[in-house]
């Protein structure tokens, strides 16, 4: 099993409805961020979360919400979805600190949302 | 702000062919520089890693090397096969800034038998 999970992996939706994209993780991680990649742009940051009670904006978080519920779980919200939101969508987590803290994130394997 | 630039792709190249994947930042300070992989359908994970001016990453044949001087990060390998085809992120890390990555906007490379 992954230890990043996505969820749904692809996504279909009309203009204006409410959308949900989850992730879990099993790496007992304490930082979460959610990217938006999109072709020629790479990935730019949405939002990002150093715990429960720690969730900062990123470049590009107008139009989304985030909603922290565990140490494990991020979710990213689109409350009203527009075609330009459509993209692939990664969550990430990594270390904060200590000896495991490498700089390094590690991915989900991403959820494709096309809104029509 | 902080940016990262790569050479624009596809870059499309025959089995054991030399492959350089040009990248370059611009940051007030020094960041941490990675090289990130996405094989098609898959997420990313990191190829390597250098935190400091003149260090060099190595992994799975592929090198580059920290280059203070002229802000780059080239990433290169001798000899590349059809399993390194993927698309290839360059990025930055402030640590005191959250751990987030800054992206490059990728090279998609392409290696036919």
């Known amino acids: 099993d992954a230890d990043v999970t996505q969820t749904p992996r692809n996504r279909i939706t009309k203009t204006g409805k409410r959308i949900m994209l989850e992730c879990s993780q099993t790496?007992?991680?304490?930082?979460m961020y959610w990217y938006r990649q999109d072709p020629g742009l790479g990935l730019r940051l949405i939002y990002y979360?150093?715990?429960?009670?720690?969730?900062n904006k990123g470049e590009i978080s107008d139009g989304y919400s985030v909603s922290r519920q565990a140490q494990a779980k991020f979710s990213l919200s689109l409350e009203s979805a527009i075609p330009n939101q459509t993209a692939l969508y990664f969550c990430?987590?990594?270390?904060?600190?200590?000896?495991?803290?490498?700089?390094?994130?590690?991915f989900g394997e991403g959820s494709r949302l096309t809104v029509l | 702000g902080d940016s990262v630039t790569q050479m624009e792709g596809p870059v499309t190249l025959s089995e054991e062919a030399f492959l350089t994947i040009n990248c370059t930042y611009t940051?007030?300070?020094?960041?941490?520089l990675f090289w990130y992989v996405q094989y098609p359908g898959e997420g990313l994970q990191l190829l390597l890693k250098?935190?400091?001016?003149?260090d060099k990453g190595s992994n799975k044949g592929f090198e580059a090397t920290y280059r203070k001087e002229t802000t780059s990060f080239h990433l290169e390998k001798g000899s590349v096969q059809v399993s390194d085809s993927a698309v290839y992120f360059c990025?930055?890390?402030?640590?005191?800034?959250?751990?987030?990555?800054?992206f490059g906007q990728g090279t998609e490379l392409s290696v036919k038998p």
């Open positions: 990430a987590t990594s270390w904060t600190s200590g000896p495991s803290n490498t700089g390094e994130l590690f």
């Open positions: 790496k007992g991680h304490d930082r």
């Open positions: 979360s150093f715990d429960v009670k720690d969730i």
């Open positions: 940051a007030t300070g020094y960041p941490s």
């Open positions: 250098a935190t400091k001016a003149d």
């Open positions: 990025a930055l890390q402030f640590r005191n800034q959250g751990g987030k990555l800054i």
